[in-house]
């Protein structure tokens, strides 16, 4: 019978004589796994543990002490989100006028704010940051649109700080013809000639400029100025004033300044991409290590590149990061 067998395994399949005996063997271990979970489920022992009465005990003492912490858990997390969840501080706000250039933590609060991004808005304005429109307020980070939607009606910006009374002005009335000769007449008052005036700015080229250029301009602080000039070092110079948008923290008023008077009259560093380092690539802000160690290992692979053309072929490497890298890539 296995004789029998082994030919018509050595005539159908064309194997040897040793191929046959160790396709039996294999066949036969095939048969033997298949049936092991049935062999187990017939010769193992399927009587129910026996719990002892000192077990039994431990298991109802655990039982009480879970029962006791869930009992507990509801007053704790009820807590716990009144402390720290946004959701349930912005259930019911409060809603008044309000200047966000003037109101305290206290009054962000009484809005609807939690504490920690009233704090933030605080810490802002601390720095120099000013609202000049109401849309100011949607580029503090995790501000919700949603939110922002209930208060807009109510965002009163006023020109200057008042002490005492009503924080907002109001509207002022018509200047009468004898209001006009006495500010004429003040004009002309030889003790205000004598007070300096504050020069205008003068158009610059951003690319050279230092912090105490930017920090002339409206709306732009020490912090921001020194972090434009970080931003400008790390690409090696701006090429379009549209890249003035990528500075983190910027607001609108800053924008328009810095498009008005920042000039770009010089060419930008360019990085020999042939003999850089990945090191000296991976300082471009919009390029990942990973990004700049790829360009590097299909150089050393495939040749010196030619033109922006040359680095398409890397995957990595889609059309806009390209488009960004190539003034500033030197072939």
Not at 239 to 246: R, W
Request: aromatic fraction near 10%; proline fraction near 7%; avoid cysteine.
């Amino acid at each position: 019978m296995l004789t029998r067998f082994l030919s018509f395994v050595r005539d159908y399949f064309g194997f040897s004589h040793k191929e046959s005996r160790g396709f039996l063997v294999l066949l036969f271990l095939i048969l033997l796994f298949l049936a092991l979970p049935f062999l187990y489920r017939l010769l193992s022992d399927r009587q129910p543990v026996d719990t002892s009465a000192a077990d039994q005990q431990k298991l109802d003492s655990l039982v009480a002490l879970m029962k006791a912490e869930e009992a507990r858990q509801p007053r704790y997390s009820q807590q716990r989100a009144r402390e720290t969840t946004t959701t349930e501080q912005l259930r019911e706000p409060s809603l008044f006028r309000f200047d966000p250039n003037t109101i305290s933590v206290a009054g962000w609060q009484q809005l609807g704010l939690p504490r920690w991004l009233a704090e933030r808005i605080d810490k802002y304005r601390s720095k120099g940051g000013r609202f000049r429109k109401k849309e100011d307020l949607l580029r503090i980070y995790d501000f919700p649109p949603d939110l922002y939607d209930d208060l807009e009606p109510y965002i009163v910006l006023t020109t200057g700080a008042t002490t005492g009374g009503n924080p907002y002005p109001a509207p002022t009335a018509p200047r009468s013809d004898q209001t006009a000769r006495t500010d004429r007449a003040d004009a002309t008052d030889p003790a205000r000639a004598d007070r300096p005036t504050r020069v205008a700015p003068q158009p610059f080229d951003i690319n050279t400029a230092d912090t105490s250029q930017l920090v002339a301009l409206k709306g732009i602080g020490p912090t921001l100025a020194a972090r434009i000039v970080k931003y400008r070092d790390a690409l090696g110079g701006f090429i379009s004033q549209n890249q003035f948008e990528d500075v983190y923290g910027l607001d609108s008023l800053a924008l328009v300044e810095l498009r008005r008077l920042g000039q770009i009259r010089s060419a930008p560093r360019r990085i020999p991409v042939n003999t850089a380092t990945a090191e000296q690539l991976d300082r471009l802000p919009f390029l990942s290590r990973r990004q700049a160690q790829v360009i590097v290992s299909y150089r050393e692979q495939h040749g010196a590149y030619t033109s922006a053309e040359s680095l398409r072929p890397i995957r990595i490497l889609d059309a806009k990061t390209i488009e960004k890298l190539t003034p500033y890539l030197d072939f």
